[in-house]
């Protein structure tokens, strides 16, 4: 997900760094970059495609699995969120959202919420789903001039959410049991439009069981959104997707207690001494070669087994969610 080509995250902790901060409902195209821990938002970049740069920032609320496009970028998106404090803020916020705009005027950056980029990727838009960001799937034509790549699964939203809200409030597990059969059916869809490579589908019907965040679809969202995002080349959110469901927190951590192993070593330093004669030449040290380090390739499955390892998960989170809250004066961590 880096489009500097010099910089690649060791295998070892990718997963690691992905999960960090990483809210209950933020699905694995969101990259969380700020957390404000008194409106309990996030702000991010959103990508489709993990190798594509990101059109806009998004925002998401712990509490609820939808998610608002709010600019192109950070400076964007900061500035929208000054702007609907000012009625009722400080003289400290006014002065701020002056200066956001006095140095986005300056250096020439675009603040404005909706851009090119945004109105381009509304045109992309397959579907909303239950997020109401919605998803992007390439559509091509077949050799016979037929358009694969997504279809409906014949069900609006809010018929979708009626649904997944009578299986999470149902009295007891036999009629919640009876009330999975519309989904089986969806599923079926599902699996013959993957197989007719309209892989789009699938990957609508797991974002919006993942965006409802109840625990009665984790495993079926196991078996659908892994498999659409490996379909779809997007390999790195299957493996985000997986390791977020086996360790899907409803508190802001930063998940510190699950650390990824790393053999990574700083540069060799070259030591000078002081002269004292400024005639005499100064010597160069002779170049330090560093040392091979060989990284652990590491399963991407590792993740997901230190969680099990661990064991227990309340105090910790408890632990986490507290220190963060109460942390600096900032909102955003």
């Given amino acids: 997900m880096m489009q500097y080509k010099g910089y690649n995250p060791p295998p070892s902790n990718m997963i690691h760094r992905h999960m960090r901060n990483r809210s209950y409902y933020a699905p694995p195209e969101f990259q969380v970059c700020l957390n404000n821990m008194k409106d309990k938002t996030a702000l991010g970049y959103w990508r ?9 920032i998004a925002m998401n609320h712990h509490e609820e699995g939808r998610l608002y496009a709010v600019g192109p970028n950070l400076m964007a998106a900061v500035k929208l969120w000054l702007y609907r404090r000012i009625g009722s803020s400080s003289l400290h916020t006014r002065k701020c959202f002056a200066t956001v705009t006095d140095v986005a005027i300056k250096w020439n950056i675009i603040i ?33 001039g037929n358009e694969i790549g997504y279809r409906p699964f014949e069900v609006d939203d809010t018929e979708l959410r009626n649904i997944l809200d009578a299986i999470e409030n149902a009295p007891n597990d036999a009629v919640r049991l009876k009330k999975f059969q519309p989904l089986q059916e969806i599923m079926q869809r599902v699996n013959l439009a993957n197989d007719e490579c ?43 997707i997986k390791a977020h469901i086996a360790d899907r927190r409803k508190t802001i951590v930063d998940r510190n207690d699950i650390l990824a192993p790393t053999q990574m070593q700083g540069p060799a330093i070259g030591t000078f001494r002081v002269m004292e004669d400024l005639s005499m030449p100064v010597p160069v040290p002779a170049p330090v070669e560093e040392a091979p380090v060989e990284e652990k390739q590491q399963d991407p499955d590792d993740y997901i087994s230190k969680i099990r390892a661990k064991g227990v998960y309340v105090n910790n989170t408890k632990a986490c969610g507290k220190k963060k809250a109460a942390g600096g004066s900032s909102d955003w961590g």
């Fill in 112 to 144: 404005e919420r909706v851009t090119y980029e945004l109105r381009e990727r509304e045109t992309r838009c397959n579907a909303r789903s239950l997020n109401t960001i919605g998803i992007c799937v390439p559509v091509v034509e077949d050799a016979k």
């Fill in 198 to 240: 309209d892989f789009g589908m699938g990957l609508e019907f797991g974002i919006s069981m993942f965006a409802h965040g109840s625990k009665y679809f984790h495993k079926m969202i196991l078996k659908i959104l892994p498999m659409a995002y490996e379909l779809l080349d997007r390999k790195i959110y299957a493996e985000i």
């Fill in 48 to 56: 489709d495609d993990p190798s594509e740069l990101p059109p806009f």
